[in-house]
């Protein structure tokens, strides 16, 4: 079974939004008639699904395509190719007035809590604005609204007056939840939300995100680098390198049982509290740098720096299949990687 097939092992109603090989790839130009001589492939045929109800986790490292990949489904970058199936709706076929009713069931928590807000428009104002796009209400109720949403994510309504600048970076991170609560989505893109926030932050912030869907009903995609926070909140995890899914499983099974030589090297880079847990771990530090996704290997696109390569992965590039029930991965030496051969046995306690 590939990828494709994977929403056939649960209810199609379950499904909330399919991805489908998409493709993001940015032109690259040059000359006084810029012409296009080549193009950066951003996300190269990225597939999944994500379950209603579900955190669904997005790891790798910085320039991989995670945020591309989220603000593509949101429609925010037009996609060069594939399918963004959201409640058996075709984004990609709809025009812009469709696009915005859709809209306000799809929202979006930015990475930064400071450059995603005006700071020329008090948090009252910033967050009022969609719901006058997306609600009709009245000024009263607006009013209510915003005080309503403040309340949910631990701020007072007297705070609706202040202007951003005004608030740390915590306070300025609730009210950008606010606001993409405004228009009671069903799914919310969660774009490394906590990732400027100092550490004693942290914790707050994903416990109101963990809070919201438990207590409204949300469906999340988590985008991050930190996997042990990844770990904590998410109920399914997908590992993405150069534009493409190299491992998707549960949780708990990637984590214990991770089947990508890259997605084993990411986790022997979490640090464990226990002190003799971790002198007796065996870390595996990658060589060399990410290869530019202008001109990505001929073959698997890890075989740049991977420990276990041969001549296979130098030459064709492994398919993204199910391995496991659930557990999907690309690599010619998955039988390398049980049983302590090949790479060392990570322990994450």
Known sequence: MNVNEMSNNNNVSDTMLSVKDLKIHFPIKKGVLQRQVG?????DGVTFDIFRGETFGLVGES????????RAILQLYEPTAGEIVFDGINLTHLDTND?????????MIFQDPFASL???????????????????????????????LLEVVGLSPDV????PHEFSGGQRQRVGIARALASEPDFVVCDEPISALDVSIQAQVVNLIEDLRSDIGLTYLFIGHDLSMIRHISDRVAVMYLGQIVELAETNQLFLSALNPYTVSLISAIPVPDPIIESKRQRIVLKGDVP???NPP???????????????CINTRPLLKEWRPG??????RIDEMGEGRGLPAIQIA
């Open 298 to 312: 001929k073959g698997c696109l890890f075989s740049t720096r991977c420990p276990l390569v041969i001549d296979e």
């Open 99 to 107: 696009l915005r009713d859709m809209r306000k069931r799809m929202q």
């Open 327 to 332: 557990h999907f991965a690309a690599c010619h």
């Open 39 to 43: 193009a950066v492939r951003a996300v």
């Open 118 to 148: 005006n700071p020329r428009l008090a948090v009252g104002m910033a967050i009022a604005e969609p719901i006058r796009i997306h609600s009709g209400l009245d000024k009263e109720n607006i009013e209510k609204r915003i005080n309503y």
């Open 292 to 294: 530019n996704p202008a």
């Open 160 to 163: 609706a007056a202040r202007f």
């Open 63 to 70: 320039g991989c395509g995670k945020t591309t990949t989220g």
